[in-house]
Every structure is written in structure tokens, then in C-alpha cells.
């Protein structure tokens, strides 16, 4: 039966002079004849049979000249993008003239063209033969080019735009797509003492992944070449998705993993898709896919796959309903294991790196650096400012945002997802907003529901009865109790405490201590999962992921008791941490929020008076100084510089040298949350600057 069919095989060959392929094809028979012998000769005389050139329409050509123009090519440049050793079939492609099918092919992909458009008569289908088994016949690397060709449009939908919030339209991926840098150690993995992370001030936290991180870090390009099956996890709007778009951009073209097909597959839609049937089989899923995009061979995939021709980009395992996560992890490794010669590269978020895969490599993407920073704000000035002043706007962002007084915005923008908003605010008032508590709540509101919202990703409800208020006030006690204890970082049984206690007073609480740890734990593991505001630094080591957040809510607290409640002794308090620099931040917050700041800022007046109001040699030199200098409300800032450095030649001990430091950090404090565009009376603010820098005595007469 064998000799008969290659006879006859092998006669239809040499009348259309394919002796060339005729080999191949008898070896490839003598292996598997016993498989599909008739399909397959079958197959092999469709193939020989087939039209192997193509044709450049004159509409199809003229398209193309207008994307060389755009390249800004010359036609050697195009050969050696197609890998031709001469130009001239580019010549004869741009003259109408009939070129090699897939030389023809390469270069409307390599133009971001799709060759059907652009051909005349194209093939109805992509592959010219649709017998089972026939895929292998053609030389795997012509059969490459040919899938990511049929592919094209598939991929540049799904990898090729990003659609930014609060952006109206959608954004080319190559217009604002900015390197990452892969740690290739996780952090929360780390053992660390609690005491060595306590003994850290609030600007050494950014070691810890609040800003610039200091382990070693290598490009994601190069992890992804280094690792053939990798996990890449981050936080919250750090780039994970986009990452995998450009890997999957940049394998259609040719440019990475030039020899493999992409394929990207959300693994949320794989498992809304598979829920009804159960099955889970993300290869039938693959199959599918391809069969929407005109492949109809079910063996072309399984030959790419064989061969080890496919970069398989898995999206959002975190996204995926918990109940059907281990059912989705058991396809990627069975697929992975199967199919080990392909390359393999999952996306999740860090705390979600519990579910474990097996023979993956686990890398972190790193917050941007300086330079990443500029170069994201240059790029994103010029796509979405559609004038001439675009990098003029983009220096002028990148001059203020390195400014002192801009230092929180500074530790968010080190995530794109900030970084983007940050960026956007920006570009229309030409300056960082004045009111940081209401972008701090747009950065909250983020994280809490609208990212999620905005990727259609609807997470499992660990919080049981929990609505965004309950879970706010939980944040709020948390953050508020440990900023007052100087707590940057805190363990992991006390969160869980606090979230217990919180959970107590809950109507229909369960009073079952046991029940109470499980749904804390829970509920902490939800915290960090889906809203990533809290974070794990070391083994049980918690901590917000930004300190700005902490210390927004711990300021969110306090106004709440006040305004809403009408308390005065959370005013009283904060006062009384008015000579803390860390509690800077949290003055500033909270006078800026009040409905009406008229009591915090005569409480604070009323205890810098009170902090030298006890020493008279302090006293005498006030008094003195003060008289030399009769300054307006708008020098203030020059007249207190002018008492520091008086003060030496009062010949004072280190005491009254630190106390009277004190005093004037105060004041100056006090002239910021003046100056903060809070909701100050007149009157108040008038009497406020009339007696700052008075001694007791001056103050009385007054």
C-alpha cells in the first residue's frame, strides 16, 4: 500500500518539477503513512498544486508605499527586515510584479499591512489545503510566517492599542510603551526581622518598593529570553498587561522570538468561556481562536506547538474566580509540560503568587527608575498633547515633579498606572494639583473599585456584606492606629486583629473566635489581592503600599471625627505632634480637607506660643528680633529665616538651640497650611500672621 501511493505521489511530483519537495515529502510519508496515508498524499498534491506567488493590486500598492513612507525606509532596508539578500523582490513587489507568496507575505507584515488587502485574488483560505495532518508538509518556518500573517489583525487588536482611563480614544502601544525592569528576587519573600524594618525612617521605606528599589534588576526582554516558562507578577497598575501586549507585538513582527508564533490569551475570558462546560481544555481554546481567524486545520496548531514555535502570553491568572483558579493552573501546566519546547510567560498580581506553577520561574516587575520616569512623560506628552508644546510641557512636568514640595507625587509616580494620572492632571492645569487629598482619593478610588471596573474584572466578594464605606473605615483605623504609633510596617497578626475587631461590630457578627481568624485572614488576603493597597514586605510583614496612603487616610480619620462628628480631640492631638516632621504631611492633609480649618490653625498657633512660652531667655530674643524685622504676611518665609540664623549670637545651650529649632519648624509649618488654599476665615488668618514670631508679652499687649 506504501509503494503503490508514493508511486503515484511521486509521478504527480515530477510532472510539476517539485523534486525538491518530493523528498521531504517521501520522508515525512515513510514515518507516518500509517497514520493517514491516503490524507495525507492527498494533502501533499494540494500542496504542490497550490498557487505559490502573489500579486501586489494596484490599490494594494499604493497602500503600501504610503506605510513604506511612514517607516521612512529605503528598499534595502526592507529586504533586510524580510531577511532577503537583495532587494530586488521588493523592487518587483512595489512594481506589480509577481513575488515568492511568502516573501510576499513578510512584507505586508513587516509593513503592518494585511496582505489579503493588499493582493489581488487572495486565497479564500490562509492555508491552501485543509486535509488533517498536511500542516507539516511545509517548511515550519515558511508555516510561522504564514500563521502570524493569517493572524495579523488578531494580534494588533489584542496587543496593539492600550486604552488609558479617562483617555476618549485608544492609544498605540508603540506610542507610549516604556522598557520594564524584571527583579528576579521577590521582596515578600524575604525574611527580614521586625525590628530591622521598624527602625527605618519613612524616606529609607523606599528600599521596600515605595519608590526606587535597590535589588538587581535585569530588562524584561532579557527575562523572558532567560526563563522559557516565567511568571511575571507586580502590584496594582504596573505595567503586567502591557508588557505581555508589546512581547505580543513584537513577535508578530519579527522583532522578538522571531521564529514563533504569539498567541495571548486573557485567562479570564478562557475561564468565563470553559465555566459552563467544566472542561477547562485551553488548547481546544487555542484551536478556536485560530479557527475564528481562518485556520482550519486543527493540526497546524498542534505542529507549532510540537516544534516549538509558539509564545504562549497568559494574562491575569489573579483574575480569574478563585473556585476555577486550580483548574486554570492544571491546563497552563499541562499545556506547558506537553508542549515544553515552546515559551511560556503568565501575568498575576505578587499576592496572588500562592498558586503555584510548576517549572515557572517567579520575577517581579520593578517601579520605575528616573530615567524611565522621563521617558514615559516624554512619550506620553507627545501622544496625547496635540500641539507643538508638548516636550516643553513634558520638561516642565518632569522640573516639578523632582521639586521638594511635589515628593508624594513622586512616590506614586513610579507606577504607570499613577504615573499616567499624574501626567494627565498635569497637562491641563500645567502644575501638580494644590489639592492633594482629592487626587489621593481619585488614587484610592483606583485601587478600590474603578480599575477593576474599568477591565470589566469582577473579583470574588471576600468581605461578605462589606461595601466601599465599611471597607474605607477599616483602612482608615488601620492606617490611623499605626501612623500614630510610628508603625510603618506592621505584622500580620495585628492587622488581623484590627480587621477582627472591626468584624465584632458587625451586625450578625459570628462571636466564634476560630471563625473570626479564618474571615480575617481572608479578608487581609482580599485587601492586598484586589485592591493592593496593603502589602506584604517580608514573611508577615505588612505595610501600605504607599506610605501616602497611610498617611492620606490617617489625615481622613481625623477630619472625619471632627466634621462629621464634631470632635475636637483628634484636632488636639494632631497638634500636639506639631514639632514631628513625619507628621508634616498629615497637617497639610488635614487642614486642606476640613470644611473649615479656623480651630486647627489657632490650635497650632496656641502651641508654638506654648513651646517657648517657659524659657525667658527665648522670650528676650523673640522680643528683640521681632522688633527688627516689620515684615508683610507675604515675607514671613525671609523673617523666619532671618530669626534662625540670629540665634547663634544669643550664645543659647543645646536645649534652647533644639527648642527654638522646634519653634520655628513650627512656624513654618503653620505658614504652609496658611498658604494650602484651606478654609480659613479672614479674621483668623489676619490675627494668625499679626502674632507669629511674638513673645508672650508681645502677644498680650497685642
Known amino acids: 500500500m506504501v509503494q503503490s501511493l508514493w508511486s503515484i505521489y511521486l509521478k504527480i511530483a515530477v510532472s510539476f518539477k517539485r523534486a525538491e519537495l518530493c523528498y521531504h515529502i517521501k520522508n515525512y510519508t515513510i514515518t507516518v503513512i500509517d497514520k493517514s496515508s491516503s490524507n495525507l ?19 494594494g500598492i499604493e497602500q503600501a508605499k504610503r506605510a513604506f513612507t511612514r517607516k521612512g525606509w529605503t528598499q534595502d532596508n526592507l529586504a533586510a527586515e524580510v531577511n532577503l539578500k537583495t532587494r530586488q523582490p521588493i523592487w518587483r513587489f512595489f512594481s506589480g510584479q509577481r513575488i515568492e507568496r511568502y516573501t ?14 493588499i493582493a489581488i485574488d487572495p486565497p479564500a483560505e490562509f492555508l491552501e489545503f485543509g486535509e488533517v495532518g498536511q500542516a507539516t508538509v511545509l517548511d515550519i518556518d515558511n508555516l510561522v510566517k504564514q500563521v502570524r500573517s493569517q493572524r495579523f489583525e488578531k494580534i494588533k487588536n489584542q496587543c496593539g492599542i492600550l486604552q488609558f482611563l479617562d483617555i476618549s480614544h485608544p492609544i498605540s502601544i508603540d506610542d507610549i510603551y516604556i522598557d520594564i525592569n524584571i527583579s528576579e528576587e521577590i521582596v515578600s519573600l524575604q525574611w527580614l526581622e521586625f525590628a530591622h524594618l521598624q527602625s527605618f525612617t519613612s524616606k529609607e521605606l523606599d528600599r521596600f518598593g515605595l519608590g526606587e528599589v535597590s535589588q538587581t534588576q535585569i530588562t524584561g526582554i532579557k527575562a523572558v529570553q532567560t526563563y522559557s516558562k516565567l511568571r511575571v507578577l507586580g502590584k496594582v497598575g504596573v505595567g503586567k498587561t502591557t508588557f505581555l501586549q ?17 498567541i495571548f490569551v486573557t485567562l479570564r475570558d478562557f475561564a468565563d468561556e470553559e465555566r459552563e462546560s467544566q472542561e477547562f481544555d485551553l488548547l481546544n481554546y487555542i484551536r478556536k481562536e485560530f479557527l475564528n481567524c481562518g485556520i482550519s486545520d486543527p493540526s497546524v496548531l498542534e505542529t507549532l506547538l510540537l516544534e516549538g514555535r509558539v509564545l504562549l502570553l497568559l494574562d491575569g491568572l489573579d483574575e480569574v474566580y478563585h473556585q476555577e483558579t486550580k483548574a486554570v493552573i492544571n491546563e497552563i501546566r499541562r499545556l506547558s509540560e506537553k508542549y515544553h519546547k515552546n515559551m511560556f510567560v503568565v501575568t498575576c498580581r505578587t499576592a496572588a503568587q500562592v498558586f503555584n506553577l510548576t517549572r515557572f520561574t517567579d520575577v517581579e516587575i520593578a517601579p520605575f527608575s528616573q530615567d524611565q520616569i522621563v521617558a514615559f512623560a516624554q512619550k506620553w506628552f507627545t501622544a496625547l498633547t496635540k500641539t507643538n508644546v508638548h516636550q516643553q510641557q513634558a520638561v516642565q512636568f518632569i522640573e516639578k515633579l523632582d521639586l521638594p514640595e511635589n515628593l ?27 489639592q492633594k487629598a482629592a ?35 477599616l483602612l482608615t483605623q488601620l492606617a490611623s492606629e499605626t501612623f500614630e504609633q510610628g508603625n510603618y510596617f506592621f505584622e500580620q497578626r495585628l492587622v488581623e486583629q484590627y480587621i477582627g475587631d472591626y468584624l465584632r461590630d458587625l451586625p450578625n457578627a459570628s462571636t466564634e473566635s476560630d471563625e473570626l481568624q479564618l474571615d480575617s485572614e481572608r479578608i487581609l488576603k482580599a485587601i492586598e489581592l484586589q485592591h493592593g493597597l496593603l502589602t506584604e514586605r517580608s514573611r508577615g510583614i505588612f505595610s501600605f503600599s504607599y506610605l501616602t496612603f497611610q498617611e492620606y487616610l490617617t489625615a481622613r480619620k481625623i477630619v472625619v471625627s471632627y466634621d462629621l462628628q464634631g470632635l475636637e480631640e483628634p484636632l488636639e492631638n494632631l497638634v500636639s505632634h506639631i514639632t514631628e516632621p513625619r507628621w508634616r504631611e498629615i497637617f497639610l492633609l488635614t487642614v486642606a480637607m476640613l470644611r473649615n480649618a479656623d480651630l486647627l490653625v489657632q490650635l497650632m498657633k ?13 522670650q528676650k530674643c523673640l522680643t528683640c528680633v521681632s522688633q527688627n524685622f516689620l515684615s508683610t504676611p507675604s515675607q514671613l518665609k525671609e523673617m523666619i529665616y532671618k530669626h534662625e540664623n540670629i540665634q547663634h549670637d544669643w550664645h543659647f545651650s543645646p536645649e534652647q538651640e533644639q527648642l527654638l529649632q522646634q519653634y520655628y519648624y513650627a512656624n513654618q509649618l503653620l505658614i504652609d497650611c ?25 502677644l498680650c499687649l497685642g
Not at 104 to 117: A, G, P, S
Not at 256 to 262: E, S
Not at 413 to 424: D, K, M, R, Y
Open 41 to 59: 498524499i492527498l494533502g501533499a498534491w494540494f500542496c504542490i498544486m497550490a498557487k505559490r506567488s502573489l500579486q501586489a493590486s494596484p490599490e
Open 104 to 117: 510576499f507575505i513578510e512584507v505586508c507584515t513587516v509593513l503592518e499591512l494585511d496582505w489579503r488587502e
Open 246 to 262: 508589546h512581547l505580543g507585538i513584537q513577535c508578530q513582527r519579527g522583532i522578538f522570538a522571531a521564529n514563533r508564533v504569539p
Open 408 to 434: 508624594q507625587f513622586r512616590r506614586l509616580a513610579v507606577i504607570p498606572l499613577f504615573l499616567h494620572l499624574t501626567c494627565w492632571i498635569f497637562r491641563h492645569n500645567n502644575q501638580f494639583p494644590t
Open 439 to 473: 487626587f489621593y482619593k481619585q488614587c484610592l478610588d483606583l485601587l478600590l473599585y474603578k480599575w477593576d471596573e474599568s477591565k470589566g474584572i469582577e473579583r470574588d466578594e471576600a468581605y461578605q456584606g462589606f461595601f466601599l464605606p465599611q471597607k474605607l473605615k
Open 606 to 618: 496656641q502651641r508654638i506660643d506654648a513651646l517657648v512660652a517657659q524659657e525667658p531667655s527665648l
Open 674 to 698: 496658611l498658604n494650602s488654599n484651606c478654609q480659613v476665615t479672614e479674621v483668623v488668618r489676619q490675627k494668625i500672621e499679626a502674632s507669629l514670631l511674638l513673645s508672650t508679652k508681645q
